[in-house]
């Protein structure tokens, strides 16, 4: 399973106002996507790696989308601070 990742466009950034804010300092975990998730990074960047090996690389001003039951490891190289929103 792989992330959507996108710039977010301005439709986007304002829905995502709306949602919760998650922050994290720099880290490496794994996790596993009980339901799809939508985040508007805010700050940071991100690299995670998913069950195949496969990496992808987020930062500020992406619209991620984590589609349900992907498993990967999130490292975490610049403090991360997203909106986010389960669906």
Do not use: Q
Not at 47 to 69: H, I, L, M, R, W
């Amino acid at each position: 399973m792989e992330p959507k990742i996108s710039k977010a466009t301005a439709e986007e950034k304002e829905r995502a106002k709306t949602w919760p804010i998650w922050e994290k300092e720099e880290s490496d975990f794994p996790w596993t996507y009980d339901e799809e998730e939508l985040c508007y990074i805010i700050e940071g960047e991100v690299d995670v790696t998913n069950e195949e090996g496969k990496s992808f690389k987020f930062k500020k001003g992406d619209f991620v989308v984590f589609p349900k039951g992907m498993r990967c490891k999130w490292h975490v190289k610049k403090p991360v601070k997203k909106y986010y929103s389960f669906r």
